[in-house]
């Protein structure tokens, strides 16, 4: 049991000591709002922590609670528990900071990140403008999942084929990974009128030139896009590869195909959106993608 308890991730106690301070409104942090005694409680209570200000020194009382707070078990061993990553997550949340030019939710969220950098730990923004916390090894670019989710566990990998891209995700950015060939122009540019009328945007690879090799485009593209939209037509291999890129990096995969024999038997359990290559057979694939990529988008 202790070895267990010893393996627990906590936050360290001068990080406990900012983030009372913080969450009491106190100097340095007075660009946090400010929180009475009430107020400190109300805190508490919204995040479904049932903790009662009793009247002693507001920033001595927090610390006290964030102390046993720290202490209970977490889910995951690089996270603290879910109670403190509520409590974090909250106090940089845009919506304390509204209608009070005497409050910055940009200093707030810098000052966090400082407080909990010697713990490995830092604040990402989602595409909503919350903030999610998450290990300060790895840039968070997965786009399949639940975001209010907390990972299960969080890796860092380090790529030789690949170089790591600079720039980091685009949520608007839709990659398309299919053969290049005039057979499939219908196709691209089904997709693409999509993408247009969505006020997205869509790449494929021979639309960019920015490495010295093709693959690290590829690469890069994936990387950087929200959602990626995969053509089994015909079982190009160069396509299945670009697959296996797109689900290890979490990405959302769209799988579309003229005949759903294409589709390998360790991809069979992913839905594909199947479709015909004429007139008619483009404008549905237009239409099945639009409600697919909306349905992704309101998420």
């Known amino acids: 049991m202790n070895e267990i308890q010893e393996q627990r991730m906590k936050l360290k106690k001068a990080t406990l000591s900012k983030i009372a301070e913080m969450i009491c409104g106190n100097d340095p942090y007075l660009y946090f709002p400010y929180r009475s005694s009430s107020k400190l409680t109300r805190f508490f209570v919204d995040l479904d922590l049932d903790y009662l200000h009793d009247g002693s020194t507001r920033s001595t009382w927090v610390e006290g609670v964030l102390q046993r707070i720290n ?3 977490q889910k995951n061993e690089s996270l603290p528990s879910e109670d403190m990553i509520k409590v974090i997550e909250a106090l940089v949340d845009p919506d304390s900071f509204l209608f009070d030019e005497t409050k910055s939710v940009e200093k707030a969220r810098d000052a966090m990140d400082k407080a909990l950098l010697s713990n490995g730990l830092k604040t990402a923004i989602l595409q909503t403008g ?17 975001s209010e989710a907390v990972p299960e566990r969080v890796i860092t990998f380090c790529p030789t084929v690949f170089k790591i891209p600079k720039n980091g995700l685009n949520e608007k950015l839709i990659s398309v990974m299919m053969p290049f060939n005039l057979g499939f122009k219908g196709t691209y540019d089904s997709i693409k009128r999509v993408a247009d009328y969505m006020k ?20 890069d593209l994936i990387y950087t ?41 360790d991809l069979g359990h992913h839905r594909a959106l199947k479709y015909l290559p004429n007139e008619e057979g483009y404008r549905n694939l237009s239409n099945e993608l639009y409600k697919r990529i909306k349905t992704i988008i309101e998420q």
Request: proline share 5%; with cysteine; aromatic share 8%.
């Open 71 to 73: 202490e209970k078990p």
């Open 225 to 265: 896009s929200k959602i990626v939209i995969v053509d089994y037509s015909g079982r190009n291999p160069n396509v299945m590869y670009e697959t296996g890129i797109a689900h290890t990096l979490g990405k959302i995969v769209i799988p579309i195909t003229q005949s759903l024999e294409d589709i390998p038997s």
């Open 130 to 146: 919350q903030a999610k916390l998450i290990t300060i090894k790895g840039e968070f670019i997965s786009t399949d999942k639940d």
């Open 200 to 219: 997205l945007e869509c790449l494929r690879a021979d639309d960019i030139w920015e490495n010295s090799t093709f693959m690290q485009d590829i690469f």
